[in-house]
T-cell receptor, first 114, second 112 residues
Framework: GAGVSQSPSNKVTEKGKDVELRCDPISGHTALYWYRQSLGQGLEFLIYFQGNSAPDKSGLPSDRFSAERTGGSVSTLTIQRTQQEDSAVYLCASSFTSGGYEQFFGPGTRLTVL | QQQVKQSPQSLIVQKGGISIINCAYE??????FPWYQQFPGKGPALLIA?????SEKKEGRFTISFNKSAKQFSLHIMDSQPGDSATYFCAAISGSARQLTFGSGTQLTVLP
């Protein structure tokens, strides 16, 4: 079946602009995760959804970052007033159960903030 | 605080050789240890995983060895092939936390 898909694959924006990144999880997967991959920080957790609720937002780096999930499926990560340090690859993963033991990743969105 | 330490940062192996990547963890609440393989421009792909009640798990050419008392685990790639050239990440998760904690990654190059 289809894997996790993310769009856009690449996004270039100017400092101060808002961006929205989209994730379509694997069909039937109830849990969804956002991670960020950057040269300096490696792979780091941002937020976790179980259904439409986010019980763990502990990894969001600032209040400029927010995420939502609708219909237990698609999720959107929004970054407001982007800064150059937000440049990274944003990865989405999904898992069949809330235990999250097998997380399957999408290809990521490469965000470049000029 | 880095909870999963991975070494080496880079590794060069001849075709047919054995590649070994090591990880150590601190949090004893971790109860699942996956390895991910990542090619340039792609997302990480789940390769193999182990739970702490097992000391070894083998899938094809890939083997995880796990030492619970030492809080260490390692990935062995037997008969390494040029197609195995990628970045490998160890990770750990606890059921309560749900989030994967990743090691810093190992860039493996297998020479033909």
């Amino acid at each position: 079946g289809a894997g996790v898909s993310q769009s856009p694959s690449n996004k270039v924006t100017e400092k101060g602009k808002d961006v929205e990144l989209r994730c379509d999880p694997i069909s039937g997967h109830t849990a969804l995760y956002w991670y960020r991959q950057s040269l300096g920080q490696g792979l780091e957790f941002l937020i976790y959804f179980q259904g439409n609720s986010a019980p763990d937002k502990s990894g969001l780096p600032s209040d400029r970052f927010s995420a939502e999930r609708t219909g237990g499926s698609v999720s959107t990560l929004t970054i407001q007033r982007t800064q150059q340090e937000d440049s990274a690859v944003y990865l989405c993963a999904s898992s069949f159960t809330s235990g999250g033991y097998e997380q399957f990743f999408g290809p990521g969105t490469r965000l470049t903030v000029l | 605080q880095q909870q999963v330490k991975q070494s080496p940062q880079s590794l060069i192996v001849q075709k047919g050789g054995i590649s070994i990547i090591n990880c150590a963890y601190e949090n004893t609440a971790f109860d699942y240890f996956p390895w991910y393989q990542q090619f340039p421009g792609k997302g990480p792909a789940l390769l193999i995983a182990i739970r702490p009640d097992v000391s070894e798990k083998k899938e094809g050419r890939f083997t995880i060895s796990f030492n619970k008392s030492a809080k260490q685990f390692s990935l062995h790639i037997m008969d390494s092939q040029p197609g195995d050239s990628a970045t490998y990440f160890c990770a750990a998760i606890s059921g309560s936390a749900r989030q994967l904690t990743f090691g810093s990654g190992t860039q493996l190059t297998v020479l033909p």
